[in-house]
C-alpha cells in the first residue's frame, strides 16, 4: 500500500510504498516518483531538448496541434544545431 504522497512539484509527487500488515513479497517496496500533465485539447505538449539524451530542461517547450513535420536539412530549434 502506497503510505504517503508528497507533491514534489506542480506537477510531480513521491509515493512511497511499503508492505502491508502480513506480506512477505517486498518486491515492490520503495519509492515512486509519479508525474501529472494538464492535457490541453486540440494540442499536444512538445518538450525539445538541446542534447541527445533529453536531459536537463528543455530548450523549447510549445504546444503542437499535430505531429506531421518535415524538418529536412534546416534547423530543428532556432539557433541549434539542425543535427
Known sequence: MFSTFVATSASE???TY???SGSADSSNCGQYTLSNFL????????QYFSNRYFSGSPYL???DSEINFKWGTGELIPDVASD
Open 13 to 15: 509527487y513521491t509515493a
Open 61 to 63: 517547450e510549445t504546444q
Open 39 to 46: 492535457l490541453i485539447e486540440g494540442a499536444l505538449n512538445a
Open 18 to 20: 511499503t508492505l502491508p
